[in-house]
Nanobody
Framework: QVTLVESGGGLVQAGGSLRLSCSASGSIFSILNMGWYRQAPGKERELVASITPLGVTKYGDSVKGRFTISREKARNTVYLQMNSLKSEDTATYYC?????WGQGTQVTVYS
């Protein structure tokens, strides 16, 4: 079982940046595919980015070129660097590993 805790959300002006962190408990972090998802009010949850244990990444079309996912094995942590934020990036962001989800962290982008 893995427990995930997100942090780093907040209020940011359009064009700004934020970095989200997801800390994972357990010794199996190094073998897990990790992902960031987001859900805006009235919309379905969607994949933002994912990363394999070997560092292979995948991004949703709407964030390609702006967001970067990375992982730090020593800290059991996965990051989401978000640059050039837009109002449409406003959502609750969730960390995912297997069937486990974090509690979510709110990102609000204002114009």
């Amino acid at each position: 079982q893995v427990t995930l805790v997100e942090s780093g959300g907040g209020l940011v002006q359009a064009g700004g940046s934020l970095r989200l962190s997801c800390s994972a408990s357990g010794s199996i972090f190094s073998i897990l595919n990790m992902g960031w998802y987001r859900q805006a009010p009235g919309k379905e949850r969607e994949l933002v980015a994912s990363i394999t244990p070997l560092g292979v990444t995948k991004y949703g079309d709407s964030v390609k070129g702006r967001f970067t996912i990375s992982r730090e094995k020593a800290r059991n942590t996965v990051y989401l660097q978000m640059n050039s934020l837009k109002s449409e990036d406003t959502a609750t962001y969730y960390c995912n590993a297997r069937s486990e989800w974090g509690q979510g962290t709110q990102v609000t982008v204002y114009s």
